[in-house]
Nanobody
Framework: QVQLVESGGGSVQAGGSLRLSCAVT?????MAWFRQAPGRERDFVAG????????YYADSVKGRFTISRDNAKVTVYLQMNSLNPEDTAIYYC???????????????WGQGTQVTVSS
């Protein structure tokens, strides 16, 4: 059983930055971040291959967010810059067997961390 624990969420003003972390019990998975705003579906944000060589992003965050991983620390990060109120959501870390934008391809999920961006 793979366990994931997110941290780093919080409240920030528009234009600010936050870095989310996801501690994982196994490094042998592709990882991704998803987010879910109130009343909306859980959407893909960013993904990274198991070795960190491939990354991919939703169009809405491209150029502002950066996903990375440190397999020595078994941790995945999401650096979020130039945040705006539309980024407000619960952010979830997920682990899966292949790099994908589809949440159905991710078997393991963290509990989520709240990010709130005020204008």
């Amino acid at each position: 059983q793979v366990q994931l624990v997110e941290s780093g969420g919080g409240s920030v003003q528009a234009g600010g930055s936050l870095r989310l972390s996801c501690a994982v019990t196994s490094s042998w998975y592709a990882m991704a971040w998803f987010r879910q705003a109130p009343g909306r579906e859980r959407d893909f944000v960013a993904g990274i291959s198991w070795n960190g060589r491939s990354t991919y992003y939703a169009d809405s965050v491209k150029g502002r967010f950066t996903i990375s991983r440190d397999n020595a620390k078994v941790t995945v990060y999401l650096q979020m810059n130039s945040l705006n109120p539309e980024d407000t959501a619960i952010y979830y870390c997920a682990a899966g067997a292949s790099g994908s934008r589809n949440r159905a391809d991710y078997r393991y999920w963290g509990q989520g961390t709240q990010v709130t961006v005020s204008s």
